[in-house]
């Protein structure tokens, strides 16, 4: 999956970068780059796309993206919108796998995080039992200097890397291709699903954003993801309805039209097609 490359800034008087901020519209664009990402959401909500992985990102949760693995953060309208929007309070921290060297990742102490990093190029969702001591951490960072910083991430890797049941967000099979041409035509066809994949999808106005020619898209968009728009698009609805569903907060009726399906045959045809499982068979599984 193509996507823009970031340079991000590096600080020489610092090994690896940390900062807070508000500015939802900053991850709002379709990227990777050769920093790992450690991201914390203290206050914002949303929808994130990490490689082939699409679900909702509510306040409290915690994402670490792998080097170059491509990743989206679409921040709800309330955050987004020009008057008054809610303020979101960001944490994030980028460094690369070998900061602190080869020959100190290659330790053998160290295979615990060496691991880490390998599995991270799938991108991991923190669960709840380590967000706490991750937030402590994090925190320590942002308002230290010296070794201590050092320490804090070696802390947080190592209680990540204790997770023995970690939560993978893309599948199994999904692959970082070269990401450096066509980028803003991924970019921008990305951004028009992200934006517009609950309602209909009009491939004709999808295709003239990429410049490209309806069928010209379809096989370009399959060469990249390595599935059809309507797979992706089906997979990201499921996937959305999942979440719904896990948040039980709205009939099933009510999360069939939310996701993006247009009525409740194909809605459950498709669902039990991807989870082999009907929507409330899986929620009763899951709560």
């Known amino acids: 999956m193509k996507a823009q490359l970031l340079h991000l800034n590096n600080n020489h ?112 969702a923190l669960s709840r039992s380590i967000r706490a001591e991750t ?19 070696l802390q947080i890797l190592t209680c990540i890397a204790a997770d023995e049941h970690p939560d993978l967000l893309t599948s199994k099979g999904f692959t970082i291709q070269s990401q450096d041409q066509d980028a803003d035509r991924m970019r921008i066809a990305m951004h028009y699903i992200g934006e517009n994949y609950r309602d209909q999808i009009r491939l004709q106005e999808l295709a003239s954003l990429t410049g490209m020619t309806p069928n010209s898209f379809c096989r370009y968009f399959k060469s990249q993801i390595g599935k059809t728009l309507f797979q992706f698009l089906i997979e990201m609805r499921v996937k959305t309805a999942c979440n719904l569903l896990l948040e039980n907060k709205q009939t099933i009726k009510q999360i069939c039209f939310e996701s993006g399906f247009q009525n409740f045959s194909s809605f459950h045809k498709y669902f039990k097609n991807i989870t082999g499982t009907t929507p409330l068979n899986y929620q009763k599984s899951k709560t």
């Open 13 to 124: 008087t610092h090994s690896f970068n940390a900062r807070r901020d508000n500015t939802p519209q900053y991850h709002n664009i379709w990227h990777y780059h050769e920093e790992l990402e450690l991201i914390y959401f203290a206050e914002g909500s949303g929808t994130q796309f990490i490689g082939d992985s699409v679900r909702r990102f509510e306040s409290g949760d915690i994402t670490l993206v792998g080097s170059n693995l491509p990743h989206y953060w679409l921040f709800d309208e309330i955050y987004l919108k020009e008057e008054n929007p809610r303020a979101a309070d960001i944490r994030v921290l980028h460094f690369k796998e070998n900061f602190w060297g080869n020959e100190f990742i290659n330790l053998p102490e160290n295979k615990h995080i060496k691991d880490l990093i390998r599995i991270s190029k799938r991108g991991i």
């Open 135 to 153: 937030i402590t951490h994090i925190d320590a960072i942002l308002n230290m200097s010296g070794t201590a910083r050092i320490i804090h991430l």
